[in-house]
T-cell receptor, first 111, second 114 residues
Framework: EAGVAQSPRYKIIEKRQSVAFWCNPISGHATLYWYQQILGQGPKLLIQFQNNGVVDDSQLPKDRFSAERLKGVDSTLKIQPAKLEDSAVYLC?????????FGSGTRLTVV | ELKVEQNPLFLSMQEGKNYTIYCNYSTTSDRLYWYRQDPGKSLESLFVLLSNGAVKQEGRLMASLDTKARLSTLHITAAVHDLSATYFCAVDPINTGTASKLTFGTGTRLQVTL
């Protein structure tokens, strides 16, 4: 089966600019997650969707981060404006029952 | 807030030696996951442990889960250089009534030397 697709793989932007990441989960997986992984740390959950509804966004910096999942399939994560501390890998994952599958991630560098 | 702690954070070991990575977590759960991450790569699923006393083995790696102690171990037998990577445990606190999601540990960076 196809995996979780993410794009772009890499992005370099200047601080205060905006950026968007895209994720296409595994077909049939109702739950989708966005994680932020700062270098040297474990992934941290930013937001969780069940179909197209938000289940948990308690750790999403809502003043600058936003996410949506239209039609319960693809999802986009946006940062506006970006800060230096947003430099990280952004991982998308989807799940079904006990199985979680992670995408390859988008590596964001804010300069 | 669920806390997941791993130790050691960094492990340098010689080829052929055995060692154990520990994962402690702060809430009740019987779902524990182990992942491997190579530099610049995504997360590769190693083991899914779904009950107290669960033990799974793949090659030189063996994982176990003690839900009463809130502890999982990843044991490495006769390490080889190819096992060099960062290993993460992750807990799904489904038993607390919250929605299913993974909380990750701090990671253990394993370096196997000749």
């Amino acid at each position: 089966e196809a995996g979780v697709a993410q794009s772009p793989r890499y992005k370099i932007i200047e601080k205060r600019q905006s950026v968007a990441f895209w994720c296409n989960p595994i077909s049939g997986h109702a739950t989708l997650y966005w994680y932020q992984q700062i270098l040297g740390q474990g992934p941290k959950l930013l937001i969780q969707f069940q179909n197209n509804g938000v289940v948990d966004d308690s750790q999403l910096p809502k003043d600058r981060f936003s996410a949506e999942r239209l039609k319960g399939v693809d999802s986009t994560l946006k940062i506006q404006p970006a800060k230096l501390e947003d430099s990280a890998v952004y991982l998308c994952a989807s799940s079904f029952l006990y199985s979680y599958t992670f995408g390859s991630g988008t590596r964001l560098t804010v300069v | 807030e669920l806390k997941v702690e791993q130790n050691p954070l960094f492990l340098s070991m010689q080829e052929g030696k055995n060692y154990t990575i520990y994962c402690n977590y702060s809430t009740t759960s019987d779902r524990l996951y182990w992942y491997r991450q190579d530099p610049g790569k995504s997360l590769e699923s190693l083991f899914v442990l779904l009950s107290n006393g669960a033990v799974k083995q793949e090659g030189r790696l063996m994982a176990s889960l003690d839900t009463k102690a809130r502890l999982s171990t990843l044991h490495i037998t006769a390490a080889v250089h190819d096992l060099s990577a960062t290993y993460f445990c992750a807990v799904d606190p489904i038993n607390t009534g919250t929605a299913s999601k993974l909380t990750f540990g701090t990671g253990t960076r394993l370096q196997v030397t000749l």
